[in-house]
């Protein structure tokens, strides 16, 4: 068995996961980059909305677009670049989920898609503060020069694919997978008149209600902690946050208490303080390897740091793996 598979990355123009407006995949074959591409993609009709949030973050703007083939009239392209392999993304649930969403936004069947995830590989392989991606592509040899470029991003991913595999001695991502004890994912499978997942079914209500997306809150600019609601016990318990006690510090794009019960509803306890109970951190205002060595870091992030220094496991997530991880969940095959 070769070391053959697809990487990919999406980036999304506002809340609803199906927005997608840029694509890049990378093909993979026997460990080796043999192949690239890199859409621009305007978002289904209806949910081509761009908000002020995801454009900060990866710099694409509705004019960008305006010439660009609807994400629906590259489906078909992108499903057969990626043919009958595993597709491998950074957080892959999410992404996986864009296909999914964005076929139902634009009435096209989509087949089961099978991913796997290369934040769950590295922290079975890895050693690291931080999970996200630009820590994980230093830690694999590759440091990423343009974060949130969908193809530096894929490419980013692919060679800590690569890497993790080589340092299991894997011939396959699926070998590589039972190294680590990392299962497949599986997100189903769509065609129209079948119903919608939640995601879509959210989004149409938005928009049905006059809202732009994602529907915008208010809050101040200093965030309040609120209440830290009991952990959902009956949630995936696969689900990377399922169990982890969660503390948040720095201002979040959504006001802390919603976060805190996003995180909640997958089974993680949260709190206010950092402790030695605590287990993972979410910073807010982005957070890149470079703010380890140059300070720029909140006083919980510090601290997370000391008991780190100490031997305890404690892992700092940035905002925008978060928010993948409490929105890309929601269309796993069940079972």
């Known amino acids: 068995m070769a070391l053959d598979f697809t990487a990919l990355d999406f980036e999304t123009a506002n809340g609803f996961i199906g927005s997608a407006c840029s694509v890049g995949l990378i093909k993979v074959r026997s460990g080796r980059i043999v192949e690239t591409e890199q859409w621009l993609l305007r978002p289904p009709a209806g949910f081509d909305h761009f908000d002020p949030r995801n454009v900060s973050i990866h710099h694409i703007t509705e004019d960008m677009v305006t010439d660009a083939p609807r994400v629906g009239e590259k489906l078909g392209d992108l499903l057969e670049f990626v043919g009958s392999d595993v597709l491998v993304a950074h957080n892959s649930a999410f992404d996986s989920g864009v296909i999914r969403a964005a076929s139902e936004a634009s009435e096209l069947a989509v087949p089961e898609i099978a991913h796997l995830c290369t934040v769950k590989l590295a922290r079975k392989a890895y050693d690291l503060p931080s999970y996200s991606l630009p820590f994980v592509a230093e830690e694999a040899g590759h440091p990423i020069e343009n974060h949130h470029q969908a193809l530096a991003d894929a490419e980013a991913c692919a060679w800590a694919m ?174």
């Open 162 to 335: 690569i890497d993790i595999a080589q340092r299991s001695d894997a011939p396959s991502v699926l070998h590589a997978a039972d190294y680590y004890n990392v299962g497949l994912g599986l997100t189903a499978s769509w065609k129209p008149g079948e119903e919608f997942s939640r995601a879509t079914r959210d989004a149409q209500g938005w928009m049905a209600n006059g809202h732009p997306m994602p529907a915008s809150d208010s809050f101040g600019s200093w965030p309040q902690e609120g209440e830290n609601p009991e952990p959902n016990m009956d949630a995936d318990r696969t689900h990377p946050l399922f169990g982890q006690v969660i503390v948040f510090t720095g201002n979040l794009s959504v006001p802390r208490p919603k976060a805190k019960q996003w995180a909640a509803n997958y089974g993680a306890q949260t709190a206010s303080r950092v402790t030695r109970a605590t287990t993972a951190l979410v910073v807010g205002d982005g957070f890149v390897p470079q703010d380890l060595a140059n300070g720029r870091l909140t006083n919980k992030a510090k601290q997370v740091l000391k008991l780190r220094d100490k031997g305890q496991r404690v892992e700092i997530i940035s905002e925008g793996e978060f928010m993948q991880l409490v929105e890309g969940f929601g269309m796993a095959v069940q079972g």
